[in-house]
């Protein structure tokens, strides 16, 4: 595809539910990372890959928060049994490799409101 | 990683030149510098990156001090579309895997 893309672009859910985000990078690009942003907040990083592994996840906010990445390109991030707390914007970026010096591409993100 | 400080917000007026500073004292020997901008709704989008001196390209213009201890990004002629949050990172080259951005510079160009 042109750029990452995420979906769905907008979720609303109810407190206790879980919910999946879903990362979809630029073709070809073998690191992934996830990201979160509060309202009026800088970027919280959360997980990266590098393939479909994930060298830490010490990012993650909580152990309610899981991420896995299939067949070097998809990645899911799941979120189980929902909090208040948890809402915001979550970003998924990707770079042709792993490290700072490669510029990172961010998606559109998915705006999570949990009720 | 180095905690980054930039001033919350700026503002400026179309065609003008605008810099913003960013604050790194406890840098480290093999962190870079590293620029993104972000518009609402969208995500953040790389501007420059640097390690010494003077960095340029079509966008923008880095500039850093002997010490590495702040950098200041420059914004030649901004237009209204320059209105954004410019986060300012640093981290070494190959191992971000703790990537935190501040909460920014907000940057309103004015007509």
């Known amino acids: 595809g042109a750029g990452v893309s995420q979906s769905p672009s907008n979720k609303v859910t109810e407190k206790g539910k879980d919910v999946e985000l879903r990362c979809d990078p630029i073709?070809?690009?073998?690191?992934l990372y996830w990201y979160r942003q509060s309202l009026g907040q800088g970027l919280e990083f959360l997980i990266y890959?590098?393939?479909?592994?994930?060298?830490?996840k010490s990012g993650l906010p909580s152990d309610r928060f899981s991420a896995e990445r299939t067949g070097g390109s998809v990645s899911t991030l799941t979120i189980q049994r929902t909090q208040q707390e948890d809402s915001a914007v979550y970003l998924c970026?990707?770079?042709?490799?792993f490290g700072m010096g490669e510029t990172q591409y961010f998606g559109p993100g998915t705006r999570l409101l949990v009720l | 990683l180095a905690k980054t400080t930039q001033p919350i917000s700026m503002d400026s007026y179309e065609g003008q030149e605008v810099n913003i500073t960013c604050s790194h004292n406890?840098?480290?020997?093999?962190?870079?510098i590293t620029w993104y901008q972000q518009f609402p709704s969208q995500g953040p989008r790389f501007i420059i990156q640097?390690?010494?001196t003077k960095v340029t390209n079509e966008v923008a213009s880095l500039f850093i001090p002997a010490d590495r201890k702040s950098s200041t990004l420059s914004l030649p002629r901004v237009s209204l579309s320059d209105t954004a949050v410019y986060y300012c990172?640093?981290?070494?080259?190959?191992?971000?895997?703790?990537?935190?951005f501040g909460s920014g510079t907000r940057l309103l160009v004015r007509p």
């Open positions: 073709s070809g690009h073998t690191a």
């Open positions: 890959f590098q393939g479909n592994s994930a060298p830490d």
């Open positions: 406890n840098i480290a020997t093999n962190d870079y």
């Open positions: 990172l640093v981290g070494p080259r190959d191992s971000s895997y703790k990537l935190i």
């Open positions: 970026a990707s770079s042709l490799v």
């Open positions: 640097g390690y010494k």
